[in-house]
Protein backbone atom coordinates (compact mmCIF):
# COMPACT_ATOMS: atom_id res chain seq x y z
CA UNK A 1 0.00 0.00 0.00
CA UNK A 2 2.59 2.68 1.38
CA UNK A 3 6.28 2.33 0.48
CA UNK A 4 9.07 5.15 1.85
CA UNK A 5 12.53 5.04 1.08
CA UNK A 6 15.65 6.64 2.18
CA UNK A 7 13.68 10.04 3.50
CA UNK A 8 15.32 12.64 5.13
CA UNK A 9 13.96 16.34 6.27
CA UNK A 10 15.65 19.29 7.22
CA UNK A 11 13.96 22.33 9.01
CA UNK A 12 16.13 25.32 9.38
CA UNK A 13 19.79 23.84 9.47
CA UNK A 14 18.37 20.64 11.39
CA UNK A 15 18.02 16.87 10.34
CA UNK A 16 14.68 15.97 11.30
CA UNK A 17 14.29 12.62 9.67
CA UNK A 18 17.34 10.82 8.50
CA UNK A 19 17.13 8.53 6.00
CA UNK A 20 13.89 6.53 6.94
CA UNK A 21 12.36 3.71 5.07
CA UNK A 22 9.39 2.30 6.08
CA UNK A 23 5.69 0.42 4.45
CA UNK A 24 2.40 -0.39 5.75
CA UNK A 25 0.89 -3.05 3.65
CA UNK A 26 -2.87 -3.66 3.22
CA UNK A 27 -4.96 -4.58 6.30
CA UNK A 28 -1.74 -3.90 8.57
CA UNK A 29 -1.97 -1.73 11.36
CA UNK A 30 1.60 -0.25 12.79
CA UNK A 31 2.48 2.00 15.42
CA UNK A 32 4.85 4.57 15.69
CA UNK A 33 6.06 5.67 18.41
CA UNK A 34 8.98 7.67 19.71
CA UNK A 35 9.72 10.58 22.31
CA UNK A 36 8.73 14.06 21.99
CA UNK A 37 10.15 16.22 19.25
CA UNK A 38 11.86 12.69 17.55
CA UNK A 39 10.15 13.30 14.52
CA UNK A 40 6.86 11.25 14.39
CA UNK A 41 4.63 13.88 13.59
CA UNK A 42 7.38 14.98 10.48
CA UNK A 43 7.04 11.27 9.19
CA UNK A 44 3.52 11.30 9.36
CA UNK A 45 3.60 13.99 7.23
CA UNK A 46 6.08 13.22 4.54
CA UNK A 47 4.40 9.42 3.90
CA UNK A 48 0.95 11.08 3.93
CA UNK A 49 2.30 13.37 1.27
CA UNK A 50 1.19 16.33 3.01
CA UNK A 51 5.19 17.71 2.96
CA UNK A 52 7.32 16.72 0.24
CA UNK A 53 10.59 14.86 1.42
CA UNK A 54 14.02 16.98 0.78
CA UNK A 55 15.38 13.29 -0.21
CA UNK A 56 13.85 9.70 -0.62
CA UNK A 57 10.47 8.62 -2.06
CA UNK A 58 7.09 7.16 -1.42
CA UNK A 59 4.93 5.70 -3.11
CA UNK A 60 1.34 4.80 -2.88
CA UNK A 61 -0.20 1.45 -4.54
CA UNK A 62 3.38 1.53 -6.45
CA UNK A 63 3.13 4.93 -7.93
CA UNK A 64 5.43 8.16 -6.64
CA UNK A 65 3.38 10.03 -4.41
CA UNK A 66 4.16 13.35 -6.31
CA UNK A 67 1.99 11.90 -9.48
CA UNK A 68 -1.06 11.67 -7.60
CA UNK A 69 -3.48 14.68 -7.13
CA UNK A 70 -4.74 16.22 -4.01
CA UNK A 71 -7.99 14.71 -4.97
CA UNK A 72 -6.85 11.41 -6.16
CA UNK A 73 -4.96 10.85 -2.75
CA UNK A 74 -7.98 11.87 -0.94
CA UNK A 75 -10.00 9.57 -2.05
CA UNK A 76 -7.56 7.05 -0.04
CA UNK A 77 -5.85 8.46 2.19
CA UNK A 78 -6.92 10.22 5.12
CA UNK A 79 -5.14 11.99 7.78
CA UNK A 80 -6.25 12.81 11.67
CA UNK A 81 -3.47 15.44 12.59
CA UNK A 82 -2.55 16.22 15.81
CA UNK A 83 -3.75 18.85 16.70
CA UNK A 84 -7.45 17.15 16.44
CA UNK A 85 -10.48 19.56 14.79
CA UNK A 86 -10.68 23.08 15.33
CA UNK A 87 -13.78 24.23 16.94
CA UNK A 88 -15.90 25.27 14.14
CA UNK A 89 -19.23 26.50 13.87
CA UNK A 90 -20.78 23.56 11.81
CA UNK A 91 -22.64 20.30 13.04
CA UNK A 92 -21.00 17.13 14.06
CA UNK A 93 -23.07 15.85 10.79
CA UNK A 94 -21.74 18.63 8.72
CA UNK A 95 -18.47 18.19 9.27
CA UNK A 96 -18.59 14.32 9.36
CA UNK A 97 -20.58 15.05 5.79
CA UNK A 98 -17.25 16.93 5.29
CA UNK A 99 -15.03 13.71 4.82
CA UNK A 100 -17.51 12.87 1.99
CA UNK A 101 -15.93 15.87 0.01
CA UNK A 102 -13.44 13.95 -2.13
CA UNK A 103 -16.06 12.01 -3.90
CA UNK A 104 -18.21 14.39 -4.47
CA UNK A 105 -18.78 16.25 -7.87
CA UNK A 106 -21.21 19.22 -6.08
CA UNK A 107 -20.76 19.66 -2.71
CA UNK A 108 -22.27 20.12 -0.45
CA UNK A 109 -25.39 18.46 -1.93
CA UNK A 110 -24.11 15.30 -1.11
CA UNK A 111 -26.54 12.37 -3.10
CA UNK A 112 -28.05 9.29 -1.33
CA UNK A 113 -24.78 7.06 -0.77
CA UNK A 114 -23.00 9.74 0.81
CA UNK A 115 -25.59 10.54 3.53
CA UNK A 116 -25.82 6.83 4.31
CA UNK A 117 -21.91 6.16 4.47
CA UNK A 118 -22.38 9.67 7.27
CA UNK A 119 -25.68 8.15 8.71
CA UNK A 120 -23.99 4.64 9.27
CA UNK A 121 -20.40 6.00 10.79
CA UNK A 122 -22.61 8.37 12.98
CA UNK A 123 -23.85 5.27 14.20
CA UNK A 124 -20.55 3.57 14.18
CA UNK A 125 -18.96 6.08 16.25
CA UNK A 126 -21.75 6.41 18.80
CA UNK A 127 -22.61 10.18 18.07
CA UNK A 128 -26.06 9.63 15.73
CA UNK A 129 -27.37 11.49 19.25
CA UNK A 130 -25.01 14.48 18.52
CA UNK A 131 -25.38 14.89 15.36
CA UNK A 132 -27.03 18.09 15.61
CA UNK A 133 -24.94 20.00 17.84
CA UNK A 134 -22.36 22.78 17.18
CA UNK A 135 -18.75 21.31 17.12
CA UNK A 136 -17.61 24.44 18.92
CA UNK A 137 -19.86 23.75 21.71
CA UNK A 138 -18.34 20.01 22.52
CA UNK A 139 -15.05 18.96 24.77
CA UNK A 140 -12.24 18.34 23.48
CA UNK A 141 -12.80 14.37 23.35
CA UNK A 142 -15.89 14.53 21.75
CA UNK A 143 -14.35 16.81 18.90
CA UNK A 144 -11.60 14.03 18.77
CA UNK A 145 -14.62 11.40 18.19
CA UNK A 146 -15.85 13.36 15.90
CA UNK A 147 -12.51 14.38 13.99
CA UNK A 148 -11.94 10.40 13.70
CA UNK A 149 -15.83 10.12 12.37
CA UNK A 150 -15.11 12.60 9.69
CA UNK A 151 -11.92 10.08 8.45
CA UNK A 152 -13.74 7.12 8.50
CA UNK A 153 -16.52 8.76 6.83
CA UNK A 154 -13.90 9.89 3.52
CA UNK A 155 -13.57 5.64 3.36
CA UNK A 156 -9.43 5.90 3.04
CA UNK A 157 -7.69 2.78 2.38
CA UNK A 158 -4.68 4.13 4.03
CA UNK A 159 -5.44 6.22 7.25
CA UNK A 160 -2.88 8.22 9.20
CA UNK A 161 -3.88 9.08 12.64
CA UNK A 162 -1.36 11.62 15.03
CA UNK A 163 -2.40 10.40 18.70
CA UNK A 164 -5.98 10.01 17.87
CA UNK A 165 -6.24 9.14 21.82
CA UNK A 166 -5.03 11.80 23.40
CA UNK A 167 -7.92 13.35 24.40
CA UNK A 168 -10.38 10.38 25.20
CA UNK A 169 -11.45 8.64 28.29
CA UNK A 170 -10.00 4.87 28.60
CA UNK A 171 -13.55 3.58 27.34
CA UNK A 172 -13.31 6.44 24.29
CA UNK A 173 -10.02 5.10 23.81
CA UNK A 174 -10.75 1.30 23.57
CA UNK A 175 -13.95 2.08 21.22
CA UNK A 176 -12.31 4.12 19.06
CA UNK A 177 -9.36 1.92 18.61
CA UNK A 178 -11.31 -1.02 18.40
CA UNK A 179 -13.36 0.21 15.50
CA UNK A 180 -10.53 1.14 13.52
CA UNK A 181 -9.57 -2.16 14.21
CA UNK A 182 -12.90 -3.73 12.82
CA UNK A 183 -12.52 -1.35 9.73
CA UNK A 184 -8.89 -2.87 9.11
CA UNK A 185 -10.01 -6.27 9.40
CA UNK A 186 -14.06 -5.88 7.31
CA UNK A 187 -11.69 -3.25 4.72
CA UNK A 188 -7.88 -4.24 4.61
CA UNK A 189 -7.53 -0.96 5.66
CA UNK A 190 -3.85 -0.03 5.87
CA UNK A 191 -3.01 2.21 9.46
CA UNK A 192 -0.16 4.20 10.48
CA UNK A 193 -0.40 5.74 14.08
CA UNK A 194 1.08 7.54 16.59
CA UNK A 195 1.09 6.65 19.63
CA UNK A 196 2.75 7.58 23.00
CA UNK A 197 0.97 5.21 25.39
CA UNK A 198 3.39 1.79 24.88
CA UNK A 199 0.78 -0.48 26.00
CA UNK A 200 -1.87 1.20 23.57
CA UNK A 201 0.58 0.47 20.57
CA UNK A 202 1.60 -3.17 21.90
CA UNK A 203 -2.31 -4.40 22.37
CA UNK A 204 -3.93 -2.85 18.61
CA UNK A 205 -0.75 -2.54 16.24
CA UNK A 206 0.90 -5.58 13.92
CA UNK A 207 3.78 -4.18 13.92
CA UNK A 208 5.67 -0.87 15.75
CA UNK A 209 7.98 1.22 14.24
CA UNK A 210 10.33 3.31 17.42
CA UNK A 211 11.68 6.84 16.71
CA UNK A 212 14.72 8.47 18.37
CA UNK A 213 16.19 11.93 17.30
CA UNK A 214 14.92 11.44 13.65
CA UNK A 215 16.51 7.79 12.93
CA UNK A 216 14.14 4.88 13.27
CA UNK A 217 15.87 2.41 15.92
CA UNK A 218 13.74 -0.87 15.17
CA UNK A 219 10.64 -2.04 13.60
CA UNK A 220 8.82 -5.03 14.52
CA UNK A 221 6.35 -7.28 15.84
CA UNK A 222 5.44 -5.40 19.79
CA UNK A 223 7.48 -8.51 21.28
CA UNK A 224 10.43 -7.58 19.21
CA UNK A 225 10.29 -3.98 19.91
CA UNK A 226 8.88 -3.78 23.09
CA UNK A 227 12.20 -4.87 25.07
CA UNK A 228 13.53 -3.09 28.17
CA UNK A 229 17.01 -2.19 26.50
CA UNK A 230 15.19 -0.56 23.53
CA UNK A 231 13.23 1.43 25.38
CA UNK A 232 15.48 2.68 28.18
CA UNK A 233 17.78 3.84 24.50
CA UNK A 234 14.68 5.04 23.49
CA UNK A 235 13.33 6.81 26.65
CA UNK A 236 16.07 6.50 28.83
CA UNK A 237 13.72 4.98 31.63
CA UNK A 238 14.36 1.73 33.07
CA UNK A 239 11.06 -0.22 32.78
CA UNK A 240 9.27 -3.60 33.85
CA UNK A 241 8.22 -5.33 30.86
CA UNK A 242 5.84 -8.15 31.41
CA UNK A 243 3.10 -9.68 29.28
CA UNK A 244 -0.63 -8.94 29.28
CA UNK A 245 -2.46 -11.83 31.18
CA UNK A 246 -5.23 -11.95 28.63
CA UNK A 247 -3.62 -11.14 25.22
CA UNK A 248 0.09 -12.01 25.92
CA UNK A 249 1.10 -8.43 24.35
CA UNK A 250 4.47 -6.57 26.02
CA UNK A 251 3.50 -4.49 28.20
CA UNK A 252 5.21 -1.53 29.93
CA UNK A 253 5.52 -0.68 33.54
CA UNK A 254 6.85 2.52 34.92
CA UNK A 255 9.25 2.78 38.21
CA UNK A 256 8.63 5.73 40.21
CA UNK A 257 11.62 7.35 41.61
CA UNK A 258 13.71 6.32 38.88
CA UNK A 259 13.45 9.42 37.35
CA UNK A 260 15.58 11.62 39.76
CA UNK A 261 18.47 12.01 37.67
CA UNK A 262 17.20 12.75 34.55
CA UNK A 263 14.45 15.34 36.20
CA UNK A 264 17.88 16.87 37.31
CA UNK A 265 19.29 17.02 34.07
CA UNK A 266 16.03 18.59 32.50
CA UNK A 267 15.08 20.64 35.26
CA UNK A 268 18.27 21.53 37.67
CA UNK A 269 18.40 20.16 41.17
CA UNK A 270 15.48 20.73 43.53
CA UNK A 271 15.64 23.38 45.69
CA UNK A 272 13.85 23.21 49.04
CA UNK A 273 11.44 25.92 49.28
CA UNK A 274 12.22 28.62 51.73
CA UNK A 275 11.04 32.29 52.34
N1 LIG B 1 7.85 23.30 10.28
C1 LIG B 1 8.86 23.16 11.14
N2 LIG B 1 9.83 24.07 11.19
C2 LIG B 1 10.89 23.96 12.05
N3 LIG B 1 11.05 22.90 12.90
C3 LIG B 1 10.11 21.95 12.89
C4 LIG B 1 8.97 22.03 12.01
N4 LIG B 1 8.19 20.92 12.22
C5 LIG B 1 8.83 20.21 13.19
N5 LIG B 1 9.95 20.84 13.58
C6 LIG B 1 10.90 20.34 14.61
O1 LIG B 1 11.24 19.01 14.27
C7 LIG B 1 11.37 18.21 15.45
C8 LIG B 1 10.46 17.01 15.33
O2 LIG B 1 9.13 17.44 15.43
P1 LIG B 1 7.89 16.46 15.31
O3 LIG B 1 6.66 17.27 15.53
O4 LIG B 1 8.00 15.71 14.05
O5 LIG B 1 8.17 15.49 16.56
P2 LIG B 1 7.22 14.44 17.27
O6 LIG B 1 8.01 13.21 17.45
O7 LIG B 1 5.93 14.33 16.52
O8 LIG B 1 6.98 15.15 18.68
P3 LIG B 1 5.75 15.06 19.73
O9 LIG B 1 5.75 13.66 20.29
O10 LIG B 1 6.15 16.07 20.77
O11 LIG B 1 4.50 15.43 19.01
C9 LIG B 1 11.01 19.12 16.61
O12 LIG B 1 12.20 19.56 17.22
C10 LIG B 1 10.27 20.27 15.98
O13 LIG B 1 10.47 21.46 16.69
Redesign the pocket.
Known amino acids: MLEAEGLKKT??G?D?VKGISLSVAKGEIVGLI??????????VRLLSGEEVPDEGTVRLEGRPMAEWTGRERAKRVAVLP?EGLPPVPFTVEEVVAMGRHPHQSFWPWADRADRQTVDHVLLQTGLEKDRDRPVQTLSGGERQRVAIAKAMAQEPRLLFL??PTTYLDIAHQLAILDRIRSWQWECGLAVLV?F?DLNLAAQYCDRLAI?KE?VLIRTGRPEEVIQAPVIHQVYGVEPLITKHPVTRVPQVLLQPGEQESRREEAFGKTVPFSL
Request: no cysteine.
Open positions: YQRVGPNGSGKTTLQDEVHMG
